[in-house]
Structures are given as C-alpha cells and as structure tokens.
C-alpha cells in the first residue's frame, strides 16, 4: 500500500494514507402514471449480490438505535453504504434511502425525492409530501417538522432514513437545519442513518450536546480479521466443483497479509482479493499498484477542484511534510489550508500534532 503521506504547520503534520401539514399543503409531486417504483437509483437502497454480514457493526448500530441520529463517517471505499445497507437487509427494517448530489443543495430537491421514496416504500400512489414552493422556504424548520409527521403516519416505527453522500453537500446547506428538525420531530423507533465522509457540522452541536447524535467514525468500520475471512468466503463460496474454495489455514495467511496491505481498508481489501485469487499478490507488484491507481484517480483524485489537484500533484513526492515544506514545493501559500481540507473529508490526508 506504500507509506502515509502528510502535511502540516511546522508542529503539525498531515498524512495522506491510506431528511403534515394541513390537506391543502399537499400536492401530486410525481405522476403515478408514469412513476415506476424501484427504477430511480437515488431513491434504491444498494444490494449487491454478496450481502456482507458484520455482526460486530450490527451490534453496534442496533446500540445506537436510541439515538436521534447516527453519523457513519469515514473515507471513501471505507464501507460504510455496503455497512448500512446490509444492516437494513438483515434486521429486515423499512426505510427510505436518498442518495445525494450536489443538486441537492436546492432543499427542495430533496424533498421531492423523499416523496417518490415515500411512496415507493409504502407502495401506495397517494403517498405523498408537501411540496416546498417559494412561500414556505422562509418557514423552512416548521415545513420540515410537518413532514416528519407525515413520514412518521405513512410509515410507523421500527423505521430508517438514510442519507448517504452528505458530503457532497457545503457545511452551510440548508439540508443540515432540516436533518435538525426532522431528527427532533420523527417519533421513537425513527432514526436518520447519515453517510458521509466528513463529520458532523456546527448544525449539529445541540443534538451532540442532548446525547441525540452518536458518530460512528471510519475507524470502527475497518475489517478485522474475522471480518475478513468472512468475506472472502462470501466473496469467493465454493469451487465451481462444489469444493471448499482453500483450506483453513490458506485462507487465515491471505486475510492476514491483506490485512496488512490494507490496514483493514474496505475497499482496498476488496480490491485486491478480487486480483489476487491463488497468487501471491505483493504490495509493491506493478498489477497492485495500478489497480490502487486506477482506484485513487477515479474515486478521488478527478473530482477535486483544480486547487485540490495541483497541491496533491506537488507534495506527491513525499510521504510527510510540514505546511511549510509544502508551501515551498508547490509554490501555493493556501496549501497547507487545502490539506488541511482533505483530511477534514476523511480524503486519505491525516493530521498529526496540533496547530
């Protein structure tokens, strides 16, 4: 996997590693006509072939279920979609699954497609919520408890609201006030599941400080090793014969040097037993690093800003540094701001010291 790399002040060191009102609110916001439930990705919660059971998680996530909301943080291809959609799988509970975009600043957006899920998971074609047109923006908090009474009467408790990619959103979105006031107005049995790479903003400080928010940070979501051998056996099963797919104590060795190489990483430990298969795959090997290449460029990597792009392109040379030395390699004095962004985003940049 290489070494961390990092950044930082001249004590402080980055390193880059690894959402009822009255009758006449409401309206059609969809033609039922034309609406086919399940045919709209945002709206689906994901199902891979290969559910991954993860008791430990399980476990956790079912302590946490008195909670408000619950914060699942972590960097990218750190599983924490794959987590809660086989949590939902497994304890069989209703939900409504958004997944979010940067259109979804506009809060309406997302009021819009809460309704189609509302109506998808109840699968009733009068199921609706009341659209937020310009007169009731100014009123935005009541709007949005109004809406988590009707949520609430569509579909009662044990229920799950999950929004995932919130970090796609600025700190200052509107979506933040109504996570608020939905959290606050939902009855017990409703939890909102947030998926995000960065954690919570200043928005949410008064349901941290009233025990109402838990984070469950990307730490926690690491494999283990049981977790691992788990998954290669749903990963891999049997042989094509019907055959046991290696003996116990092949398949310890592989989880273990995966494990290794990954530090525990979903997606990388994924990644690389799906190349692997009964080879030995070193972590310097030209096929590894290309595959880990391919990743970083595609998940990450193209979709920063230009800013973003260029002080990860100057400091790739090394794997720690100060603000200072960074600045001096790139030329930028906002570079050590920069990562200090990325590592804000759980962006494979890590800060260490203080500053």
Not at 52 to 62: G, K
Not at 144 to 167: I, K, M, Q, S, Y
Not at 183 to 206: D, F, K, Q
Request: proline content about 6%; some cysteine; overall charge neutral.
């Amino acid at each position: 996997m290489g070494r961390p790399k990092s950044c930082g002040g001249e004590d402080l060191h980055f390193s880059l590693r690894s959402l009822c009102g009255r009758p006449w609110l409401f309206e059609t916001i969809h033609n039922p006509l034309t609406y086919q439930p399940g045919t709209l990705a945002k709206i689906t919660r994901p199902q891979g072939n290969r559910p991954i059971s993860r008791p430990r998680l399980f476990a956790r996530l079912d302590g946490l279920r008195r909670m408000s909301v619950v914060w699942i943080t972590g960097s990218p291809g750190s599983g924490k979609t794959t987590l809660t959609s086989s949590y939902l799988g497994e304890r069989g509970l209703r939900h409504l699954w958004l997944q979010l975009d940067a259109d979804d600043a506009d809060v309406a957006n997302v009021f819009y497609y809460l309704g189609l899920a509302l109506r998808q998971a109840t699968g009733r074609a009068d199921a609706s919520l009341p659209a937020l047109t310009p007169e009731f923006r100014p009123g935005l908090a009541r709007f949005a408890r109004r809406c988590a009474e009707t949520l609430a009467a569509a579909l009662g408790p044990p229920a799950v609201l999950v929004l995932d990619n919130v970090e796609q959103l600025p700190a200052d979105a509107a979506l933040h006030d109504v996570i608020r006031e939905l959290a606050a107005a939902l009855p017990a049995g409703w939890n909102i599941l947030v998926l995000s790479r960065t954690e919570p903003a200043a928005a949410y400080a008064r349901l941290r400080l009233n025990e109402q928010l838990a984070v469950l940070d990307g730490a926690e979501l690491n494999l283990t090793a049981e977790e691992g051998q788990a998954l290669v056996s749903v990963r891999e099963g049997t042989t094509p014969d019907g055959g046991h797919a290696a003996p116990a104590g092949s398949t310890t060795r592989r989880v273990d040097r995966l494990l290794q190489q990954t530090h525990g990483w979903f997606a990388g430990f994924t990644l690389l037993l799906g190349e692997e298969g009964d080879a030995e795959l070193l972590p310097t090997s030209g096929k590894t690093q290309q595959l880990l290449f391919d990743y970083f460029a595609s998940e990450l990597f193209e979709r920063f800003d230009p800013d973003v792009q260029k002080a990860l392109l100057c400091t790739s040379p090394l794997p720690t540094m100060t603000a200072a030395e960074a600045q001096r390699m790139s030329g930028d004095v906002g570079i050590g701001a920069v990562l200090a962004g990325l590592h804000r985003r759980n962006c494979f940049v890590v800060q260490r010291g203080h500053g």
